[in-house]
């Protein structure tokens, strides 16, 4: 089961890559899997392209592939679980929207 491992805090460029690939580093990643913000219809906009771009860099730096997965409605998904639980919208729900979309690979990998 996924669950978030850590929570990267913003804070330039290069400095966001090096933290990417020292935990990949770290927990010996052999595949990093990065959410694309694709719009409701399918199509890429200003946000999915930022992604592309950091990906494009991460994989130069970090040695190892990097796949996309969609991850429209994931962050929704996981309100509506904690909501769903009685429980309060949590602070990091982005990480565990990361920790969803990592799973669905995973689930993906045993079908």
């Known amino acids: 089961m996924a669950s978030p491992f850590t929570i ?6 290069l400095s966001d890559i090096e933290a990417v690939k020292d935990i ?3 927990q010996q990643v052999g595949k990093i899997i990065a959410g694309l913000p694709l719009s409701m219809d399918g199509k890429h906009h200003r946000q999915a392209d930022k992604v592309r771009g950091f ?3 991460l994989r130069e730096h970090a040695g190892i592939p990097v796949e996309y997965r ?8 996981v ?5 769903e639980a009685g429980n309060k919208k ?4 982005d990480a565990m929207a990361a920790a ?3 799973q669905c690979y995973l689930d993906e990998d045993f079908k």
């Open 70 to 77: 969609d991850e429209r409605l994931t962050t929704r998904y």
């Open 90 to 93: 949590p602070r990091y729900d």
């Open 100 to 102: 969803v979309i990592l």
């Open 55 to 57: 990906v494009d860099v």
């Open 8 to 13: 990267i805090h913003r804070s330039d460029f």
């Open 79 to 83: 309100s509506r679980l904690i909501n």
């Open 24 to 26: 990949a580093k770290l």
